[in-house]
């Protein structure tokens, strides 16, 4: 069974300051995401990274895959209140299996003046 | 392109009512899922189809059905519905490695 853990599972942070969300995945997966939430909101896409040392950056948000390590991270640089919400990681394995989501409970972040 | 939609966005319904939500996408995918989603959880999946005419069942399928009706809809059906139903229902499609969310229904079974 695929097992998603991140932590922390909640996460205030200050304005300015860099924070990282981790997230351990239990087998080996071929796809992970990262995906934003707003509360009463659909889940947003950030990121897919598809490959061992992937790194993709968007803003203040960066993400890196170890696939070695079965460890994605999700990097916050100079933390703004508009990042406040709720941060999910998921992975996926392989084609045949529908590219079926596995997610992790969830981050959430709360970003204070 | 509305992309994924779903109807209702909210409903209530007594135990052992039926009920079915309705997704549709205009992205020409082959694959759709339902989700449901609980306080302070991820996603899990109930059901999916990898592409039309077929259907598979996912983590937690107990008290529902599905249909993928053709290439554009996916319906998820409720024969009878339990409190423990209550959660918010997501349906998603996918081309490849992207998944595409719906805006949800929030669903409360008293």
């Known amino acids: 069974e695929l097992k998603v853990e991140q932590n922390p599972l909640f996460l205030s942070m200050q304005e300015g300051k860099n924070y990282t969300i981790y997230c351990n995945y239990s087998t080996t997966s071929d796809r992970l995401y990262w995906y934003r939430q707003d509360p009463g909101k659909s889940l947003e896409s950030l990121f897919v990274l598809l490959s061992n040392g992937a790194v993709k950056q968007e803003g203040r948000l960066m993400a890196s895959l170890d696939t070695k390590a079965r460890l994605s991270t999700l990097h916050i640089t100079a933390a703004v209140h508009d990042l406040s919400a709720t941060y999910f990681c998921a992975v996926a394995r392989g084609w045949g299996f529908g590219n079926v989501l596995h997610c992790g409970s969830g981050t959430q972040v709360i970003v204070l003046p | 392109n509305a992309g994924v939609t779903q109807t209702p966005k909210f409903q209530v319904l007594k135990t052992g009512q039926s009920m079915t939500l309705q997704c549709a996408q205009d992205?020409?995918?082959?694959?759709m899922y339902w989700y449901r989603q609980d306080p302070g959880m991820g996603l899990r999946l109930i059901y999916y189809s990898a592409s039309e005419g077929t259907t598979d069942k996912g983590e937690v399928p107990n008290g529902y059905n599905v249909s993928r009706l053709n290439k554009r809809e996916f319906s998820l059906r409720l024969e009878s519905a339990a409190p423990s139903q209550t959660s918010v229902y997501f349906c998603a499609s996918t081309l490849r490695e992207t998944q595409f969310f719906g805006p949800g229904t929030r669903l409360t079974v008293l």
């Open positions: 992205m020409n995918h082959n694959s």
